[in-house]
């Protein structure tokens, strides 16, 4: 799709928002009953499905549930299973790191080893957060010649490595045998372009390994996911948008960063949102609107408070409308029901505003209404060919 | 897809159950009418509608109409576009005989050559299965040294053999020129790793008109649709399931073998199928159940008889739901209108129930209330992952 995007983009004044409220989709509680979106009181979302065109999402392909990071690639119209994000690049972004081209980065555990070397927990009795950090931290003493080494904690025995030098590459396997009782592997590469990066995480599990001598728990460490920066191209190369994104989670804001989008504002909550919208609403063509709640209230299990957290999203809507968007879009990256305290594979309801969209004989916004959308079934990664479509801003393939 | 199931796949104790009645979508008699299922009186696969989730189901592409092997292979998942089996492996198959790695199967005709060598006849007059078969194993007496020769009686004019042996490739040329007044073609690889198929066919070949020398019609024979044994990989490795099909043709006992499914029991009816479903329910995590009749009938241009026969299908669905499968799918490989008296490329009604589905407002099964299915419309080979992600045997795709 982004051969012809590149090919096709016509720039033009048109302005674009996505509003994602992420795990939108869900699931009634009863056979027959409504999910949180259908019981949830949303006059203006409702408002829109009326005059707009609707239809439902499938983030990846049917029957695949996706983590956050697929889930909204798809929606920036980037194939998740062509562009795929390495757990440690994952890992890295949600803490908000600004991972540079050339980076390795890597999720590590702190572990426990006892007197022979062999690992007695792999999670070093999950060590709280409070006494972590100042670990994480500490083993940013480690020195290695030519190597910037950036140590980031993350929760409990997580944190995040990234190394940052000439000649490193991202295929060296995980050092964490997955049992007890054996010592941690030594890191070996996968590919010969990654010879250096096992030497450089060699040399940093030794130091690591000094520098927690003096710990109970967290004595040692294991290194996972090693990846290297994704790098997908730019919303700028592939649509032509000068894009932006609104976000409150440093995942969010990572993930959007990856694509080029530029990072607006401070905002903690979604009236602090709508206003940093207001504000830069003349410097883009394209903005990006992430509303985590009605995932994590999903994730737990909470379908009132899902209920009322799409009902916040449903409250905004008439701030961005004021604006004049010529593309509104309201979707989720994957769906989560509260009956399932977790990402499901569910196609998600999802909206699509603008002056020549055609319309249908949706009257609300809901999961079953969407089945009779305009827009059917589709991948999510053909929303944003449709926006663009939408927003004038592709021109005709072929005479 | 298969990438994914197999890094994504859970093993857990749900059992999943595939309903096949061959050949189920229909057209009705004249505009505006009813298809034969919609004309059924099928009171269990309505309820199940009611309870689960419909949609249509695309054998292979739209406006694609396969056959058995195609067919079948999409609804187990495997791209029928990637996994092709060739039209010598597919009878060899057909008639049950259990190819092996390394076996050459090709189609055979009887046909008649004049005095000349050229034939007159294509078909040896389409001399009827008693006269042909007593050929065929007759022609069990070629001998050919370090090549297992296996002759097998197919159906009027045609037989098929199996070549075993080091060596041997099944890249070789029909030797049937398609024409009478001309000889047979001569065996010839069309890839060098068939020279040696190309020589044992001649031979074979010599020998058999040798044999066949005192025959007024059938005094010779061509030789069609070279192939080796189609190499899918099995449902274990790319699903992680323990499967098994409960059939009573060879044709569908055989693609099963294909894909590794175990095949049970001896049934010739549905009730004994579903006898048989009963006796292992404890042993397998996966189940295909395959009902051929509605596929004949609807083949013999029959609507009333195809009726019937999808009434017998329903009739069985209270035996199978009271097993408790975590997952229950009816479907069918394609479409047989009875007023097509063939396969179609029409959407094929599928139904899957499961206890997070997320149900639609279908209220019956049938071609036109599918339409406003949950499913939507979907190439078949997805069927499969929404199978695994209903029995919750999918973990999420990145993080």
Wanted: net charge negative; hydrophobic share 35%; proline share 7%.
């Amino acid at each position: 799709m982004h051969k012809l995007t590149r090919q096709l983009q016509v720039k033009n004044n048109s302005k674009i928002v996505m509003l994602v409220a992420d795990g939108l989709g869900g699931l009634p509680q009863q056979p027959g009953g409504l999910t949180e979106l259908e019981t949830a009181n949303t006059p203006n979302l409702d408002a829109l499905a009326k005059q707009g065109v609707c239809g439902g999402s499938i983030p990846v392909k049917p029957g695949i549930s996706p983590g956050s990071g697929p889930g909204h690639l798809g929606l920036f119209g980037y194939d998740p299973l062509e562009y795929l994000i390495g757990r440690g690049a994952l890992e890295a972004t949600g803490i908000g790191f600004e991972l540079q081209e050339g980076d390795v980065a890597i999720r590590c555990n702190f572990c426990t080893l006892d007197a022979d070397g062999n690992i007695t927990d792999r999670r070093a009795g999950r060590i709280p957060s409070e006494q972590s950090a100042p670990l994480a931290i500490k083993l940013r003493e480690v020195s290695i010649p030519g190597i910037q080494v950036f140590v980031e904690p993350v929760k409990e025995h997580r944190f995040v490595i990234v190394f940052r030098g000439e000649g490193l590459g991202g295929n060296m396997a995980d050092t964490d045998p997955q049992a007890t009782g054996v010592p941690p592997l030594k890191p070996q590469a996968t590919h010969p372009d990654s010879q250096k990066t096992a030497e450089v995480a060699e040399e940093f599990v030794r130091q690591a390994c000094e520098l927690l001598a003096d710990q109970q728990a967290a004595n040692a460490c294991t290194l996972r996911g090693v990846s290297p920066k994704p790098n997908p191209p730019s919303y700028e190369e592939v649509y032509g948008l000068r894009a932006a994104a609104i976000a409150v989670y440093p995942m969010y804001k990572g993930l959007a960063r990856l694509v080029g989008m530029d990072i607006l504002g401070e905002a903690q909550t979604l009236d602090q949102q709508m206003a940093v919208l207001e504000e830069n609403w003349d410097k883009y063509d394209f903005f990006f609107i992430h509303f985590k709640y009605t995932d994590s209230t999903g994730e737990d299990g909470n379908f009132e408070a899902k209920v009322k957290k799409t009902e916040e999203v449903d409250a905004c809507v008439p701030r961005i409308m004021a604006l004049g968007p010529d593309v509104f879009i309201c979707t989720g990256d994957h769906s989560t029901p509260a009956m399932l305290s977790g990402h499901s594979w569910h196609p998600v309801p999802t909206l699509l505003v603008a002056k020549h969209c055609r319309t249908d004989r949706c009257e609300s916004f809901g999961e079953a209404e969407c089945l009779q959308g305009g827009l059917g079934q589709f991948e999510a990664k053909y929303l944003m060919p449709l926006a663009l479509a939408n927003a004038g801003r592709l021109a005709k393939f072929g005479a």
